[in-house]
């Protein structure tokens, strides 16, 4: 058995999302498990570092997540790290106005993206990055991780086994204090600036697009 290390980018890392959702969740659970088996002979082994604005965030990040040893890698020197052959993937989850610049770096460096969404504040610009992507020959994908979850996929079965009958209307309910308040250095805020369009957020921008591609492919 073979494991090949994949060098990742993780820029935006220190923000809610980033730390718990991408990094703790996804990356570190998947490094936990030995990695990810695609074939008999092969693993792959993500190796992440973590960008962003803040020492101080970074810092205790990679500390936090460090277990016996030093901690996680990390820098705030986003070009050093996309000139560096050893990560091959660039991953971004800061703010929405930052996207497109930070992707636009990426791929002129050759890196494969992978980012948060929405990955703009406007559909034209979403889609120049997207072409973007495609004409540079690059891999290229959009935070869609609750397709995968348990109960989805379990729902997904049903209805395609046809268990609801013609499904006519459909409801969910979905929601978190995004600032809750319990946060030493973040106090609470209502609202987030996720709900703020003069921000980079605001409820159709922002909030819509989480359920937009379950709704896509769950119901068509």
């Excluded at 929601?175 to 308040?181: A, E, K, M, R, S």
């Amino acid at each position: 058995m073979t494991t090949r290390t994949i060098g990742i980018i993780l820029n935006g890392v220190t923000g809610r999302m980033g730390a718990n959702q991408h990094l703790d969740r996804s990356i570190l659970a998947i490094m936990k498990q030995g990695g990810i088996r695609v074939s008999d002979t092969l693993t792959l082994m993500p190796d992440p570092i973590l960008v962003g604005r803040s020492e101080a965030k970074l810092r205790a990040l990679a500390e936090r997540h460090g277990g016996a040893g030093p901690g996680l890698p990390w820098t705030k020197d986003l070009d050093r790290v996309l000139v560096d052959p050893r990560y091959e993937v660039f991953f971004d989850a800061s703010a929405t106005p930052h996207r497109a610049d930070f992707v636009e770096r990426a791929v002129r460096a050759g890196k494969a993206v992978y980012c948060e969404k929405p990955t703009a504040t406007t559909t034209g610009e979403a889609v120049r990055l997207a072409k973007l992507c495609e004409d540079a020959g690059l891999k290229n994908g959009v935070v869609q991780d609750k397709l995968w979850l348990p109960g989805l996929r379990k729902l997904e079965a049903l209805i395609d086994r046809g268990f609801f009958g013609r499904i006519l209307s459909v409801r969910g309910e979905f929601g978190y204090w995004v600032f809750d308040g319990y946060a030493t250095d973040q106090p609470p805020q209502r609202p987030s600036w996720n709900y703020r369009a003069e921000e980079g957020g605001g409820i159709i921008l922002d909030m819509l697009c989480h359920w937009r591609y379950v709704l896509d492919n769950l119901f068509g």
